[in-house]
């Protein structure tokens, strides 16, 4: 589906991130590698570190500590946001819905939308046409995206398919009204036949979690997990988006008549920097154009990469500039996006630490 919008602009982006990391050494004997063969996936899938929560913490922990951050330091006036939309898989409860949960700890008025949308992978841009599509109400003129995710709870300590590369962290970003006539132009699509591809079995009312569900069973790859972790078909995911995506970033970059070399930066989910380099080539992409150091700096917490990448690597130039930027997020669902959008020189674009 292809969506535009106009006279709509992001003013700001922050990303929070749990100070606790965690090196790829540290945890090689979980795995059922051998340590050259742990050293060789380290440098194909760019392993190196990542960010975790400490037991205990919430995603509207990370998300309230980031907005206290933006309010205490007058980024955002509290009166002012019309709307909170959350977009997570990790949600602190079933049921309230977690924007609420904000909501009520922050004090914000009454008078405004709480939304949460439950998506992974290419969260972060959905999140972001739900804010533009709000924006089109006369009373909203001022929407905040929350992207956030602590799925490092839900994956397997003896699964090397996904635990050395899963983060966790939150992104915060503002979306008001413009009077510019900015032209922001998206696409995005839905597989559910291929739902199983990646996904946590057990823990949703279909197959509650029970001691049943909690036992360790391995894979014909050496991988122990539950049917409470996450599972990932590798070799399909791959394909997926090795399918899927160039054509998708083609046919948006065709529409809105934008040569590849017209826009400043690819800013893609981020699985693992192997998957990112292979799409690149496909796309004929610089890699200088494509930044790829999320995973082995952070991890991969979902979509929150994408807002993870910019404030990581153009906080000084979205502050300072104006940029083209193509944005993509991809993954369970399955589901696939993209984003063409004139961003810059923005009120913040930073990255804090969760204690």
Known sequence: MKLNFANKKITGILTILPENEIKFEDEIENYSFSRNQSARLKMIMGY????????????????????????????VNKEDIDALILVTQSPDYFMP??????????????DMVCLDITQACSGYIIGLTQAFM???????????????????QKVSPSDRSTRPLTGDGASITVVEKGVNNEKIYAST?????????????????????????????????????SLDHVFMKGDAVFNFVQTKIPPMIEELLDDTGVKKEEVDYFLFHQPNKFMLKKLADKLG?????????????FGNANSVTIPTAITHNLENKLINEKLLLCLSGFGAGLSWNSLLIECGNLDFCKTINYK
């Open 189 to 225: 699509y839905a597989d559910g036949k291929s739902a199983d591809t990646l996904i946590i079995p057990a823990g949703g009312c279909k197959t509650p979690s029970s001691p049943e569900t909690a036992k360790f069973h391995e894979d014909s790859n050496g991988n122990s997990r």
């Open 97 to 110: 819905a977690t924007s609420h949960v904000i909501q009520g700890r922050l004090d914000l008025k009454e």
């Open 134 to 152: 709000l924006l089109e109400q006369d009373t909203i003129n001022k929407v905040v995206v929350l992207n956030a995710d602590i799925m490092s």
């Open 285 to 297: 992409i610089p890699y200088e154009k494509m930044p790829m150091n999320v995973v082995e700096n």
């Open 48 to 75: 190196d570190k990542r960010r975790v929560i400490n037991e205990g913490t919430t995603v509207s922990d990370l998300c309230c500590h980031g907005l206290n951050y933006l309010m205490e330091s007058k980024y």
